[in-house]
């Protein structure tokens, strides 16, 4: 999950932390753990996040609420890592979480997702619609069910921002304010 993740490409956001086993693997690979943003929606896992991780950033939020959140002023961000539940959420939430990470992320930066589905967890519309490739980098067959990881990444240069919401690809605006409201 990982593997492509160097220190050079903090800061890092990670959504869905949990116990926080890739804020291990991150910092493994040499990530500080002052640049390490952990979003975390369960409040259940806020208070242990916070003892094993004391110098990371660690907000409680809805992940789909990325682009209208203002979490980072100054550098962006060189990679969003994912552990959330994709293939769980509605295609309007997937693109609001999609569409809030690549607001925060450098151009070359990319969003690395864990899933346990036979495919990429974010429907190919969505890619296309927001611009974005989906590579499938890793995985594992002795896991049950197997898992793999995707590596998810801008097909050519989008001009995201927090202020307007939009993508604009052949001199077409596409709104994805539609996307940035929670389904659940």
Do not use: W
């Not at 569409?99 to 450098?106: D, L």
């Not at 793999?148 to 927090?162: A, D």
Request: include cysteine.
């Amino acid at each position: 999950m990982t593997s492509e993740i160097a220190a050079l490409d903090g800061p890092i956001i990670e959504l869905g932390p949990g116990t926080g086993v890739f804020t291990r693997a991150l910092l493994a690979r040499g990530i500080s753990e002052s640049d390490l943003t952990l979003i975390e929606y369960g409040p259940e896992f806020i208070g242990s996040l916070q003892k094993r991780f004391p110098d990371a950033r660690i907000l409680q939020m809805d992940a789909a609420q990325l682009a209208q959140a203002d979490i980072f002023e100054g550098e962006p961000v060189g990679a969003v890592v994912s552990g959330l539940p994709l293939l769980s959420m509605s295609p309007r939430k997937i693109a609001s979480i999609l569409a809030g990470a690549f607001v925060y992320m450098r151009a070359g930066g990319a969003f690395y997702q864990f899933t346990y589905g036979p495919r990429c967890p974010v429907p190919r519309p969505i890619l296309d619609r927001l611009g974005l490739k989906a590579t499938r980098i890793g995985g594992t067959v002795r896991n049950l069910p197997p898992a793999s990881v995707y590596r998810i990444s801008r097909r050519k240069p989008l001009e995201l921002s927090r202020e307007r919401f939009k993508y604009r690809s052949s001199g077409a605006d596409i709104e994805i304010a539609a996307f940035s409201e929670a389904d659940d």
